[in-house]
């Protein structure tokens, strides 16, 4: 039973647009979400997180909403770029585990 | 600073071999841990530790086995080798803190792609 959920397998989107990458949880025990970026033959790095008392965290042209009564989080990027081409997974954990839950990844295709 | 670094990049082993698959870290990281990636499986927790001389197993921890002599050093060991463990394997690392310090990404090394024939 997967506590974290990325439905969308893949997601292509043009040069300069928005990209949304959406996640949903079903463990509301879950206080601390983060989203990370696969290239190919890379280990997964850290893009952005929020925690459960906020709902939006930004940096730079990524941006996570966090809304907790629907247990759903989102990453937007704006504007998109081809570099950001990639695997985006989405992770929870809560309280003081330290193990994170992943979802399955969702891959970016950003079209130039 | 290199961050989490695992060795080898790239290993073939035959069924029945055992071999251990290497990760240090030097950002003096209390917590680490050992993940596999398998298509349409996304990252499965196999072994972590909270501390040296601390370890408890993930979620699919059968067939491996790890220690933690030291803060910088996780080793995860291979004991018999099965086509089943062809994977790709992710160590991560992590500061550990409490109270606003205790939410912490953690870091990636760049993977050892093992494959068992």
């Known amino acids: 039973d997967q506590q974290v959920k990325q439905n969308s397998p893949s997601l292509s989107v043009q040069e300069g647009r928005i990209s949304i990458l959406n996640c949903d949880y079903t463990?509301?025990?879950?206080?601390?979400f983060l989203w990370y970026k696969k290239y190919p033959a890379e280990g997964p790095t850290f893009l952005i997180s929020?925690?459960?008392i906020k709902d939006k965290n930004e940096d730079g042209r990524f941006t996570v909403f966090l809304n907790k009564s629907a247990k759903h989080l989102s990453l937007h990027i704006v504007p998109s770029q081809p570099g950001d081409s990639a695997v985006y997974f989405c992770?929870?954990?809560?309280?003081?585990?330290?193990?994170?839950?992943w979802g399955l990844g969702t891959s970016l295709a950003v079209n130039p | 600073n290199a961050g989490v670094t695992q060795t080898p990049k790239f290993q073939v082993l035959k069924t029945g071999q055992s071999m251990t698959l290497q990760c240090a870290q030097d950002?003096?990281?209390?917590?680490m841990s050992w993940y596999r990636q398998d298509p349409g499986m996304g990252l499965r927790l196999i072994h972590y530790?909270?501390?040296?001389?601390?370890?408890d197993q993930g979620e699919v921890p059968n067939g491996y086995n790890v220690s933690r002599s030291t803060t910088e050093d996780f080793p995860l060991r291979l004991l018999s080798a099965a086509p089943s463990q062809t994977s790709v394997y992710f160590c991560?690392?992590?500061?550990?803190?409490?109270?606003?310090?205790?939410?912490?990404?953690?870091?990636f090394g760049d993977g050892t792609r093992l494959s068992i024939l």
């Open positions: 991560a690392s992590s500061s550990t803190g409490t109270g606003r310090t205790r939410n912490q990404p953690q870091h």
């Open positions: 950002m003096n990281h209390e917590y």
């Open positions: 530790s909270v501390g040296a001389g601390i370890t």
């Open positions: 463990n509301s025990m879950f206080d601390y």
């Open positions: 929020i925690s459960s």
């Open positions: 992770a929870a954990r809560g309280g003081n585990n330290r193990k994170l839950i």
